[in-house]
């Protein structure tokens, strides 16, 4: 038979060690998530506040399939020990039967026949554990939430440092079953729910440490550097930063037309919406812009722009400089912000010809071309 009791002892080990693993985590995850919620408001904390409680479930339920997986092959090895005896008995009394017959065991008392049923061959298997999805807040950006940075990213060092134990022990699973199931064939086993509710639970771990990061590091860009304490921002803000392709073009367009002076800070450090906005149509742009002077927005300078027109330009002036759509004296604007950059990255370049002039390894490049192109432009 086909059933080795070190592999079984090793995925029994695995299973339990898992188990506590995950067991012994649970204090601390509460409590982190606990302080994570103290100041944390609006959309995006009750999306947490319920992936929390998702995450408490599915732990639960993982705890309970390994400790039934340990039992299961347990039995099985009890299984395999019984039916290796029956094997070893039925084998001496054949060879003691064998003996007699032949004539070289006379008087001996070869005892009854041992049952030559073979043992019930057991079965090690789970059902596929029950894990509620984890969701984030999507698609709108109405309202706004609020939190402590420093609480969130708190979370998302423990969160990670526990997925990192819970990783290794889910692997050590893995190989231990997968090893059980190529040398203890005997037993009927079938340990794929085991590795897959183990797989998911890590990645929606991994989602929701990626997702409070993300946050974390928004309201953070939002607030400033340093310690930032408790920072606003618009739910529009946190959709962008964390699911950007569920916020269609419309939707974007109407989030920036409202965007707080926080909100600008943080989107000058997240490219994603500036890609969306250059593959909008040029008159689609055009019309937005031209709303946003028509709203009760009070001008920001005398080019008549309003404070929020004048806060994006300042957030993305590259980008707005020349994108398509955009009014003349707009763009116009947003070179003039931008040209401060772009003399800096024009002298650095000029710096470096100079030196390669000097080396003697000068040859006329674009480096060359874009220097004198912001000296002198056209």
Not at 46 to 66: K, P
Not at 139 to 164: K, M, N, Y
Not at 250 to 266: F, G, I, P, Q
Not at 367 to 372: I, L, P, Y
Request: net charge negative; aromatic share 6%; proline share 3%.
């Amino acid at each position: 038979m086909n059933f080795d009791t070190g592999v079984a002892d090793r995925l029994i080990g695995a299973c339990r060690d898992a188990a506590r693993t995950l067991q012994d985590q649970r204090g601390g995850r509460e409590s982190i998530s606990t302080a994570a919620l103290t100041e944390f408001r609006g959309v995006f904390a009750d999306c947490f506040r319920e992936n929390v409680a998702a995450e408490r479930a599915a732990r639960s339920e993982l705890v309970h399939m390994l400790e039934d997986v340990a039992r299961q092959v347990q039995d099985a090895k009890s299984a395999a020990e019984v039916e290796q005896r029956r094997l070893d008995d039925v084998t001496e009394w054949v060879l003691a039967s064998g003996w007699v017959r032949a004539g070289g065991g006379v008087g001996v008392n070869v005892g009854p026949r041992p049952s030559m049923e073979e043992t019930d061959r057991p079965v090690v298997s789970v059902n596929t554990v029950r894990q509620g999805l984890r969701v984030w807040a999507s698609g709108s950006t109405a309202g706004a939430s609020s939190a402590d940075p420093d609480t969130l990213e708190s979370a998302v060092s423990t969160f990670r440092i526990q997925d990192g134990s819970d990783r290794g022990a889910a692997d050590r699973v893995s190989a231990a079953g997968s090893e059980f199931e190529d040398k203890c064939s005997w037993v009927h086993s079938d340990l794929d729910a085991v590795r897959g509710g183990l797989r998911r639970f890590l990645e929606d771990n991994h989602q929701d440490a990626t997702r409070l990061s993300d946050i974390a590091s928004t309201l953070r860009a939002a607030g400033g550097s340093g310690d930032v304490g408790q920072v606003t921002v618009s739910n529009g803000l946190l959709v962008l930063a964390t699911v950007p392709m569920s916020l269609s073009g419309v939707a974007l367009l109407s989030y920036l037309s409202t965007a707080t002076e926080a909100d600008v800070k943080a989107l000058a450090t997240m490219p994603g919406w500036q890609q969306t906005l250059q593959g909008l149509d040029p008159s689609k742009i055009g019309t937005w812009w031209a709303g946003m002077n028509a709203g009760a927005h009070p001008a920001a300078n005398e080019s008549g722009l309003t404070q929020v027109q004048e806060l994006l330009l300042a957030a993305a002036p590259a980008m707005f400089g020349a994108l398509d759509g955009m009014p003349a004296l707009a763009r116009v604007r947003a070179n003039r912000l931008n040209s401060p950059s772009l003399l800096r990255a024009a002298e650095k370049d000029l710096e470096t010809a100079r030196k390669l002039w000097g080396s003697g390894k000068h040859t006329t490049t674009r480096t060359e071309q874009r220097c004198w192109k912001m000296r002198w432009p056209t």
